[in-house]
């Protein structure tokens, strides 16, 4: 395998940090909670982590492996790759796919998280204190509806990212990591206490928590392949351009698995906040969850001006650490194709991006009654990337690992003396993986949903 041009993460752990950062995202928040409530508390969970052990494990290692084979951008990493395996060159569209995901995702992410800094100043003003269900609607909705301020945000939250990515992987990514992601952490742990001694969580766990497996179903089962395929950040580059930095004496198993798991803690001490704050029969899932219903829960007289600083504090850190790695791929494809700097890569490359978002930040304002096939442009960029492109680009790399690489170039990429690792991984990637992504896509048609309603007329 060829050497790094960027060089190598300084550590294992620091690498584990990285990841973290990157997998841990919104969805965490404003999704998985609410679905495990909806699908049957801890049998939904148990349904969810072994989905992803069995198909986003997998799929996370097989990114990190190619990408540290490549040593390049997906583009002309997927072409050598190809090459190499004396297999079609049309391979290479993998690489734009993934690239395109990881384009489309940043641009709407950097809308909704701008937004948190705007929640950051009203927190610290005391503007969310005394909200009532209809303000605390209006707040929110009056931020989305103005053009000008979510513009402004949008701006300096892609600033933000731009400063770190163009600092490279050890002065910017590590450094970023080292601090924000245990910063998030304790943020986190330090809202679920208040959640907790406000004694008024037994309802919400139980929701959560308890276990139901009658209600999980075949809808629960989608959603729980559905979640654990999307929050690993797998088919939109991010985690092949951050194998590219791996040694090549890194085993990989174990950091896989480390990500894994703090990404479930982390969305579990999420579900832990949102239900020990929200009342249960009104908790949603998305952006007014994190937007309206979180600031209306925490607008008691007694709540500290502390408690939502420190809640949209770390959901910027959660936004920032995510679109870090969004970033990275785009910024080193700009950087090897035309030869420039890494300052001018990102800032070129970060510049792009803020454009296409305005098409989602407009959506919630000027374009809001643009609504093609019923959905907002926002809607479409969001069902274009998650629905159709990165599953598809995921299928793809499956495929080439498993059925069109020589078995001796993916053993030479796994890097290690496991065997058996090995072995168990291309089974994986071979079966179980291929047809959980064959099923997420069929899903997303609606098929299976209208397959069901006929069967139980």
């Not at 308890?210 to 950040?233: D, H, K, Y």
Request: hydrophobic share 60%; net charge neutral.
């Amino acid at each position: 395998m060829r050497a790094s041009s960027y060089g190598y993460w300084s550590s294992t752990p620091a690498f584990v940090l990285v990841a973290t950062g990157v997998v841990v995202g919104l969805g965490n928040i404003w999704r998985l909670p609410a679905l495990a409530a909806e699908y049957g508390g801890s049998a939904f969970l148990l349904v969810y982590v072994l989905l992803l052990l069995l198909v986003g494990l997998p799929l996370l290692i097989g990114e990190w492996v190619i990408g540290r084979w490549m040593r390049s951008n997906v583009v002309w990493g997927f072409r050598h790759l190809a090459k190499t395996a004396k297999a079609s060159r049309w391979w290479e569209g993998l690489g734009w796919m993934a690239l395109v995901s990881a384009a489309l995702v940043l641009s709407y992410f950097t809308v909704v998280a701008g937004w948190s800094i705007g929640y950051i100043f009203r927190a610290a003003s005391g503007s969310l204190a005394g909200l009532d269900a209809g303000s605390a609607s209006d707040t929110f909705f009056a931020l989305a509806a103005d053009a000008e301020r979510s513009l402004a945000w949008h701006t300096v939250f892609m600033a933000a990212v731009v400063m770190v990515v163009a600092h490279g992987i050890h002065m910017g990514l590590e450094r970023a990591a080292r601090l924000l992601v245990p910063v998030m952490f304790a943020l986190l742990i330090g809202l679920v206490a208040y959640g907790l001694l406000r004694g008024e969580a037994s309802v919400g766990l139980d929701a959560m928590f308890g276990f139901r497996p009658a209600a999980v179903g075949i809808n629960g089962l989608f959603a729980a392949l559905s979640q654990a395929f999307f929050t690993l950040s797998i088919g939109l580059a991010v985690m092949l351009a951050l194998g590219s930095y791996l040694p090549n004496n890194t085993r990989l198993i174990g950091p896989a698995v480390a990500v894994v798991l703090l990404d479930v803690l982390f969305a579990v001490l999420a579900g832990v906040m949102i239900y020990a704050l929200v009342p249960t029969d009104n908790v949603k899932s998305g952006a007014l969850l994190l937007f309206e219903q979180l600031p209306l829960a925490l607008a008691v007289a007694d709540t500290p001006i502390a408690v939502p600083l420190a809640l949209y504090t770390m959901l910027l850190l959660v936004g920032l650490t995510s679109a870090l790695g969004l970033l990275e791929p785009v910024t080193i494809r700009v950087m090897e194709r035309f030869n420039v700097s890494r300052v001018f890569s990102a800032t070129s490359a970060a510049l792009i991006i803020w454009f296409v978002g305005l098409l989602s930040l407009l959506s919630f304002n000027h374009l809001a009654d643009m609504t093609p096939g019923g959905r907002t442009i926002a809607e479409w960029i969001l069902a274009l990337a998650g629905q159709v492109v990165m599953p598809l680009g995921a299928l793809g790399l499956c495929i080439f690992i498993s059925r069109v690489a020589p078995t001796s170039l993916m053993r030479e990429a796994w890097g290690d003396s496991d065997a058996g690792g090995f072995r168990l991984w291309i089974w994986a990637l071979r079966y179980p993986v291929r047809v959980a992504l064959i099923l997420l896509m069929i899903d997303a048609t609606g098929l299976i949903d209208r397959l069901l309603a006929f069967w139980a007329s």
